[in-house]
């Protein structure tokens, strides 16, 4: 994920540095790249406009005929390949990462299921991103040529007024002019800023121009980062689509992670024990007749092996969906998962009705996980557990007084657990300073 850029707003500083970050403002280095991102909007609405509009008036020009389809065709893509210009200008000068839209899908056809340019043409055509960024081109040139003016009247005024001692002596000495004239008549009537009064005044004029610049600049680029992000962006039901997608793709990699935990926690427990159990008692029923009581003690020790393997299975399925969970709900089994735990555990649960099922397994898995945690890497004395409802969500908090220090970085167990409740919409915020205390808290839908 690409790192948010924040440039300095007007208001954000403390009051103790207001003043100076007001009056260094004017020559920072982001006024400067929204004013070149102001100049260079200009020409590029003028060449994405008129390209527009002559593509689309041809193309439209060109329907009675079969040329008018793949016009319209190269109208939209060269359209969005503007947009992947703009987006660029955008990133590079204003600091605002615009993700790329979704791609041109067409319909697979032909042999090897093959996109042909006729299936492209149409999915061109279809798309609402590429019309998009034909409305963009529409609407961007009459906002760039007014935020042009702008930006170019506030910089030449500001600079120029607030430096105009430095280069008043221009005037009279090649101009033959008393200094810069404000206006004039056809009368032979005319003003200039000539005397020190009027020196004066200028120069403050243009260091007040020059301090409202930065406020300007922002006031016009904040237009332009709104129409790049909402019409050369991806739409919202695409990103919620690519969202989706990649949240079934963490619940499948899930699924399969646990079924494989499961399958291993199988080969190596239990069914190793009853594979050993099952030659225990064929040894046992050949020694039945020589030796009894060597029979009868080998018989004693597969029923041990019986009691490991029924707790080994009985652990294993109260780790995937305890029957305690289903018969009496979330929180029962919450006070059953934590008087397992080696810390003392509070549990504390706040639930007018229960959650949908789904819910309840990952909320009760999240616990799970969570007080294992404090168990084997807190140093905890104690935790507590504390679940209830806050409108259509249901919260999971936990804390512990442990030695703190626990993340969600790359490859910790609690990366896992984030991406397992983010896959349902959910979220997990770790608060673990070092030193303690951690508080882990899990917010999950209600249905």
């Given at each position: 994920?690409?790192?948010?850029?924040?440039?300095?707003?007007?208001?954000?500083?403390?009051?103790?540095?207001l003043v100076?970050?007001?009056?260094?403002?004017?020559?920072?280095?982001?006024?400067?790249?929204?004013?070149?991102?102001?100049?260079i909007?200009?020409?590029m609405?003028?060449?994405?406009?008129?390209?527009?509009?002559t593509?689309?008036?041809?193309?439209?020009g060109?329907?009675?005929?079969?040329?008018?389809?793949?016009?319209l065709?190269?109208?939209?893509?060269?359209?969005?390949?503007?947009?992947?210009v703009?987006?660029?200008?955008a990133?590079?000068?204003?600091?605002?990462?615009?993700?790329?839209?979704e791609?041109?899908?067409?319909?697979?056809?032909g042999?090897?299921?093959?996109?042909?340019?006729?299936?492209?043409?149409?999915?061109?055509?279809?798309s609402g991103?590429s019309?998009?960024?034909?409305i963009?081109?529409l609407?961007?040139?009459?906002?760039?040529?007014?935020?042009?003016?702008?930006?170019?009247?506030?910089?030449s005024?500001?600079?120029?007024?607030a430096t105009?001692?430095?280069?008043?002596?221009?005037?009279?000495?090649?101009v033959?002019?008393?200094?810069?004239?404000v206006?004039?008549?056809?009368?032979?009537?005319?003003?200039?800023?000539?005397?020190?009064?009027?020196?004066?005044?200028?120069?403050v004029v243009?260091?007040?121009?020059?301090?409202?610049?930065?406020?300007?600049?922002?006031?016009l680029?904040?237009?332009?980062r709104?129409?790049?992000?909402?019409?050369?962006?991806?739409?919202?039901?695409a990103?919620r689509?690519?969202?989706?997608?990649?949240?079934?793709?963490?619940?499948?990699?899930?699924?399969?992670?646990?079924?494989?935990?499961?399958?291993?926690?199988?080969?190596?427990?239990?069914?190793?024990?009853?594979?050993?159990?099952?030659?225990?008692?064929?040894?046992?029923?050949e020694?039945?007749d020589?030796?009894?009581?060597?029979?009868?003690k080998?018989?004693?020790?597969?029923?041990?092996?019986?009691?490991?393997?029924?707790?080994?299975l009985?652990?294993?399925?109260r780790?995937?969906?305890?029957?305690?969970?289903?018969?009496?709900?979330l929180?029962?089994?919450?006070?059953?998962?934590?008087?397992?735990c080696?810390?003392?555990v509070?549990?504390?649960?706040?639930?007018?009705?229960?959650p949908?099922?789904?819910?309840?397994?990952?909320?009760?898995?999240?616990?799970?996980?969570?007080?294992?945690?404090?168990?084997?890497h807190?140093?905890?004395?104690t935790?507590?557990?504390d679940?209830?409802?806050?409108?259509?969500?249901?919260?999971?908090?936990?804390?512990?007084?442990g030695?703190?220090?626990?993340?969600?970085s790359a490859g910790?167990g609690l990366?896992?657990?984030?991406?397992?409740?983010?896959a349902v919409?959910?979220?997990?915020?770790?608060?673990?300073?070092?030193?303690?205390?951690?508080?882990?808290?899990?917010?999950?839908?209600w249905?």
């Open positions: 994920m690409a790192t948010a850029y924040r440039p300095y707003e007007p208001g954000t500083e403390p009051r103790g540095h100076p970050a007001a009056l260094k403002a004017p020559f920072q280095a982001r006024v400067w790249r929204e004013f070149l991102y102001l100049v909007s200009l020409p609405a003028i060449l994405t406009f008129v390209y527009t509009i593509m689309i008036a041809l193309g439209a060109l329907l009675i005929t079969f040329l008018g389809v793949p016009v065709g190269a109208a939209l893509a060269g359209c969005r390949a503007l947009g992947v703009e987006r660029a200008r990133r590079a000068l204003l600091r605002l990462d615009v993700a790329e839209p791609p041109v899908l067409g319909r697979r056809g042999r090897g299921g093959k996109r042909g340019p006729v299936a492209w043409v149409g999915a061109l055509l279809r991103t019309w998009r960024h034909v963009y081109a609407i961007h040139l009459p906002w760039a040529v007014f935020s042009f003016a702008f930006a170019i009247a506030f910089t005024y500001g600079w120029g007024f105009y001692p430095l280069w008043r002596w221009v005037f009279p000495r090649y033959d002019e008393p200094g810069l004239q206006f004039g008549d056809d009368h032979g009537r005319a003003f200039y800023l000539d005397t020190p009064f009027e020196i004066t005044a200028a120069c243009g260091v007040l121009v020059l301090l409202l610049t930065p406020w300007v600049m922002r006031a680029t904040s237009v332009d709104i129409l790049v992000a909402g019409l050369l962006g991806p739409s919202r039901l990103s689509v690519w969202e989706l997608e990649s949240d079934r793709g963490t619940v499948v990699d899930t699924a399969a992670a646990d079924l494989r935990r499961i399958e291993r926690d199988l080969h190596d427990g239990a069914q190793a024990r009853l594979v050993a159990l099952a030659m225990d008692l064929g040894l046992a029923k020694k039945l020589e030796d009894p009581e060597a029979a009868a080998m018989v004693d020790e597969a029923h041990g092996e019986v009691k490991l393997a029924l707790q080994e009985r652990d294993l399925a780790g995937i969906h305890p029957a305690i969970l289903t018969d009496r709900g929180g029962p089994a919450l006070s059953a998962l934590s008087a397992r080696t810390v003392p509070t549990v504390t649960v706040d639930l007018p009705q229960r949908a099922p789904a819910i309840e397994g990952i909320a009760y898995f999240t616990v799970s996980e969570l007080l294992q945690n404090i168990s084997k807190s140093g905890a004395r935790a507590e557990v679940v209830w409802r806050t409108e259509d969500r249901v919260m999971l908090q936990i804390t512990d007084d030695q703190g220090g626990a993340g969600t910790s990366a896992g657990l984030a991406e397992r409740i983010d919409d959910g979220i997990l915020v770790v608060n673990s300073p070092a030193g303690g205390p951690t508080t882990v808290t899990a917010e999950l839908p249905r």
